[in-house]
């Protein structure tokens, strides 16, 4: 399932999820995205190295827009929590 957001992200206030990619341990990046009524999303932006963790270690990922469009997979990988209405 995907899905369409359209807001901000709150790069301060990004959270990291241990993982394991082919081997190489590292984190999923979970940035809350927020828009522009208010509701807010988390995101998962992501697999890095252990070594990309801090911020400062990937400018480039820290975008300074101030509207984003992406698309992100849906929360639920479970198909009866996300139901259509």
Not at 20 to 27: A, I, K, Q, R, Y
Request: cysteine-free.
């Amino acid at each position: 399932m995907r899905v369409r957001v359209e807001g901000r992200f709150d790069n301060a206030k990004e959270r990291y999820l241990f993982a394991v990619s082919d081997g190489t341990p590292g984190w999923h990046v979970i940035t809350p995205l927020e828009t522009p009524d208010g509701e807010v999303v988390l995101v998962d932006r992501g697999f890095v190295p252990d070594a990309l963790r801090e911020p400062s270690s990937r400018p480039q990922g820290e975008t300074e827009r101030r509207r984003h469009r992406d698309r992100i997979g849906a929360a639920s990988r479970n198909p009866r929590a996300v139901r259509p209405r």
